[in-house]
């Protein structure tokens, strides 16, 4: 798509519409089509789950009023990884030393150091709200108060800023790190496998097996790790 698809940057990919020529609602139902129908072949029967429709029906405002009540015990999880890079050390597991590539590839993929995780200048905020303006998520929280869950927020895109009660809000997503455990722990998952960009030290799946037990009291499931595979002059794939 050309560069006018800038604009929706920030928004959720089921407001964004799919591709030009494209049969689907959205951007979403465009990308997961090929995978369905593949499943469908192979006679894998599929129960989908919008994870936008739950956001937006409430489902997940328990979960949501905890992570926030105790944001400063995911900030302290999410603290013991913030610093924690991966050198050529721990990316050196072949023999004699040389680098592993999967490993190389996991640390520099991972987003690990620069992934906004909630934290900011006005404190450790777990929720990002969708701007009700521009109904982009490129917002930062100000404030918020526990016993009315006021919470206070200012648009990066728009410049919109607001109050809402977050016990009513239903316009907005917990960050993809403290979003996946809440997950993991609401739907009782046992077992999802990720790519090793996940699992490298500070990622998704370190963190989330974490905040999955210390704060929603659940078990993680089982995830095995892929690799990559790399051919000379191709985008990687998992």
């Known amino acids: ?18 591709p030009p020529g494209s049969p689907h609602a959205n951007w979403a139902e465009h990308f997961k089509a090929p995978m369905l129908e593949a499943m469908a072949r192979m006679g894998i029967e599929v129960h989908q789950l919008s994870q936008t429709a739950k956001y937006t029906a409430g489902d997940y405002r328990d979960q949501i009023l905890l992570a926030m009540r105790e944001r400063a015990r995911i900030d302290a999880v999410l ?33 690990a150091a620069s992934e906004d995780d909630g934290a900011g200048a006005s404190g450790y905020y777990p929720y990002k709200p969708y701007c009700t303006a521009c109904d982009k998520d490129l917002t930062t929280v100000t404030s918020y108060d526990d016993e009315t869950t006021e919470l206070s927020y200012t648009c990066g895109a728009c410049g919109h800023s607001e109050s809402v009660k977050l016990a009513e809000f239903t ?51 089982i995830g095995p790790r892929y690799a990559f595979v790399g051919i000379s002059g191709m985008a990687k794939m998992s």
């Open 79 to 111: 603290g013991r990884y913030r610093t924690k890079k991966v050198g050529t050390d721990a990316a050196s597991d072949g023999p004699d030393g040389e680098v592993d590539e999967n490993a190389r590839v996991a640390a520099e993929g991972s987003g």
């Open 1 to 18: 798509v050309d560069d006018s698809w800038n604009e929706h940057i920030g928004r959720p990919l089921t407001a964004i519409p799919a």
């Open 171 to 221: 316009r907005g997503k917990l960050v993809w790190k403290v979003d996946w455990p809440m997950r993991w722990a609401y739907e009782g998952v046992a077992f999802e496998p990720s790519g090793v960009d996940h699992t490298s030290p500070g990622s998704s799946f370190t963190v989330g097996s974490e905040l999955v037990t210390e704060i929603f009291g659940a078990p993680g499931p």
